[in-house]
């Protein structure tokens, strides 16, 4: 945990952000496992305003990996055994957010003492790889990029290639875990409290226990959100896309704000 924690304070989310996505992105405040918007949909202010940063912070990360038996020796950390530490980080070829991610990523640990290689796996299949666990870091998905409901974040972030069997071990994140403040939980039976859940005060519930967790532990560290961007020619065909239409900020590829329009009449053609 201290070592994830230490990794992620190496890390300058907004710029790897900006780097990746371009305008296409925002950065992170809650690390809660659901991206902000969504966090403060089901948490206070109060109740986030307890939640840890893990913002870029050189020296938080040297606390950590001292703290977790690590030791610098002419610039380059070594593991408690005494091995130079040493990561592969794996994008995805052809995926350009994450390929500039990964080489980000190789560069700031690099810098940091931590010797890395970014390399890319190839894009037919990297569900393959990520299942079968065969990575030592991967640029990966966190929160809701399949389900768009609050559960489906952590549907993501706890059992989405991370299966602990022999064959696809995943991502190895033991779902027992032992939390600060919330105990012993099984996390799998959560998200699954989260998604069957009969009330949307027992859903809240199982969401907030497992935001909480997830801020502890940092079994993923979240870099930067999607935002989606949809450009469009007004004048051309269409005489204008409505900013304000209820559907106009609509994820494109799974409800897109244009067929909807279309479908209801809302479009003009010139």
């Not at 593991?79 to 592969?88: C, K, V, Y």
């Not at 990520?130 to 706890?158: C, K, L, S, T």
């Not at 009330?199 to 909480?212: D, P, R, V």
């Amino acid at each position: 945990m201290r070592v994830r924690k230490a990794l992620a304070h190496i890390l300058d989310g907004e710029q790897i952000g900006q780097v990746a996505r371009g305008e296409a992105y925002t950065g992170v405040e809650y690390y809660a496992g659901l991206v902000d918007l969504q966090a403060e949909e089901i948490m206070s202010a109060d109740e986030l305003a307890d939640f840890e940063h893990y913002g870029q912070d050189l020296d938080k990360a040297e606390e950590l990996l001292e703290e977790a038996g690590w030791t610098k020796e002419e610039g380059a950390w070594h593991l408690p055994d005494g091995s130079e530490a040493e990561f592969e980080v794996i994008g995805v070829a052809g995926w350009g957010d994450f390929e500039l991610t990964a080489t980000q990523v190789e560069e700031a640990w690099n810098d940091f003492g931590i010797k890395t290689t970014a390399r890319n796996i190839p894009e037919d299949n990297p569900w393959g790889i990520w299942g079968a666990g065969d990575f030592e870091v991967a640029v990966r998905h966190w929160g809701n990029p399949e389900q768009p409901d609050y559960w489906g974040a952590f549907q993501m972030n706890f059992l989405t290639e991370n299966a602990g069997t022999e064959d696809a071990p995943g991502q190895s994140f033991d779902l027992d875990v032992d939390s600060p403040s919330q105990g012993k939980v099984n996390l799998e039976e959560l998200v699954h409290t989260a998604q069957q859940a009969t009330s949307e005060e027992e859903q809240h519930e199982a969401l907030k226990k497992m935001m909480i967790i997830f801020n502890e532990l940092l079994p993923r560290i979240p870099l930067w959100t999607y935002t989606y961007l949809s450009p469009a020619i007004e004048g051309v065909r269409v005489e204008s896309f409505d900013p304000d239409h209820p559907a106009s900020q609509n994820e494109q590829y799974q409800d897109n704000h244009i067929m909807l329009q279309l479908i209801q009449g809302d479009l003009k053609s010139v």
